[in-house]
């Protein structure tokens, strides 16, 4: 793969990758209390976290395909890099990927139901009903997930979601540093040969 297009399809999902992360950031001040430490009263913050995605999910419909284009545009990345792809491309773009797609199974399953269930305040019954998860009771008993364990678990998902979308950057800094440390020794093997060449004319 020439190295311009190889430049602009890795630009092309670091740009959505770390787009991404920065809407997990500015949503950790309002998940850190309600998964990371344990205030007198968390209340306020799950109230806080509640508010906070209502006005997520009812934002207008420009917002989500804003964000479902950034996704795309990752996913091209990633078509364009592995089209015809050489081994390490295989190795570091074909992992990227599979954590990409770890990522977007994450933000479908959890974020986005977890979004609408906020969105209706349907705790507890009404999981069932609308098919989330459910465990059972010692009694043989449905338990249903609760409003606080909800909105824990949707705190998670975004801690998971950021931790894979590093490890998509991580993978993608590696490839750079193989390619570049791979260019440096080819070089350094040109020279020598060159030097090589350019000795045996001299004892000519």
Known sequence: MAGGTGSFATFLIIGPTCFFLGILFSSFPYDYNVLWTTPPDREPYFQLLENHLRFLHAS?????????????????GFLIKL??????NMLFDGASLVLYMVGIT????????GLRLVTSGTYGAQELVEGEIVASGE???????????SLRVLAASNTILAL??????????????AQR???????EIEKAAQEKKERGKKKQ
């Open 60 to 76: 207008p419909p420009l917002i989500s395909r804003i964000l479902h284009i950034a996704i795309g545009t990752g996913i091209l």
């Open 83 to 88: 089209y015809k792809p050489s081994e390490a």
């Open 164 to 177: 894979v979308l590093i490890g998509v950057l991580i993978l993608q800094a590696g490839q750079w540093y």
């Open 181 to 187: 440390k791979e260019q440096a020794e080819i070089a």
């Open 106 to 113: 994450v933000y479908i399953a959890n974020i986005v139901k």
């Open 139 to 149: 009694n043989g008993e449905p338990e249903f997930i609760n409003r606080e364990d």
